[in-house]
């Protein structure tokens, strides 16, 4: 059975930086395309990053602020957030892109506030 194990989140500023680490166990890692996902009060989940054999996508709100990384020998993926706003306030998860997801694990809160 897959774990996911979401960290890194927290309360930071407008303009603000922050490091998001997802690890999994359970699974063969690095053969999975993965993604960083978020969900913010009385939203739907949405597809914010995603990384496959090198190859990096971002949602239009979010490009050109995070980047997401991955390494396979420590079976986790990060995502790096740059001038963070108060729409970026969400939980942040992590999974494969690929239906079905596995379960998900129990996030991380990333909250922009002055």
């Known amino acids: 059975q897959v774990q996911l194990v979401e960290s890194g989140g927290g309360l930071v500023q407008p303009g603000g930086s922050l490091i998001l680490s997802c690890s999994a166990s359970?699974?063969?890692?690095?053969?999975?395309?993965m993604g960083w996902y978020r969900q913010a009060p009385g939203k739907q989940r949405e597809l914010v990053a995603t990384i496959s054999g090198g190859k990096t996508n971002y949602a239009d709100s979010v490009k050109g602020r995070f980047t997401i990384s991955r390494d396979n020998a420590k079976n986790t993926v990060y995502l790096q957030m740059n001038s963070l706003k108060p729409d970026d306030t969400a939980v942040y998860y992590c999974?494969?892109?690929?239906?079905?997801?596995w379960g998900w694990g129990q996030g991380t809160q990333v909250t922009v506030s002055s």
């Open positions: 359970g699974t063969i890692f690095s053969i999975y395309a």
């Open positions: 999974n494969k892109i690929n239906i079905p997801p």
